[in-house]
């Protein structure tokens, strides 16, 4: 299994970046997809994730800002960052739970892709 993310980069805040992780060597369709976040001496934390059927949920900090969303027939799950702030910079996971419920229980995931970096600068 691979998921391979990627879209991150340096951006101003207020600015958008559009995060993206396609997933191979699953069956997609099984799978509930999320992102997660690590900034620099913090722990990991639950940014977003997507069932199957489309059920999303999202941290506190981001809902209303990031958008999870998942295309089926490229095998690729997204993350739209709106109005970004300098807190939201850090290294950003995607990550597969078979037959997951969007949990933001790290935890509960399967497999993990290797990370892309957002910096958000003031």
């Known amino acids: 299994v691979q998921l391979q993310a990627s879209g991150g980069g340096l951006v101003q805040a207020g600015g958008s970046l559009r995060l993206s992780c396609a997933a191979s060597g699953l069956t997609f369709r099984d799978y509930a997809m999320g992102w997660f976040r690590q900034a620099p001496g913090k722990e990991r934390e639950f940014v977003a994730a997507v069932t199957w059927g489309g059920r999303t949920s999202y941290a506190d900090s981001v809902r209303g800002r990031f958008t999870i969303s998942r295309d089926s027939a490229k095998n690729t799950v997204y993350l739209q960052m709106n109005s970004l702030k300098p807190e939201d910079t850090a290294v950003y996971y995607c990550?597969?739970?078979?037959?997951?419920?969007?949990?933001?229980?790290?935890?509960?995931?399967?497999?993990w892709g290797q990370g892309t970096q957002v910096t958000v600068s003031s």
């Open positions: 990550a597969a739970d078979r037959y997951g419920v969007a949990s933001k229980w790290s935890r509960e995931y399967d497999y």
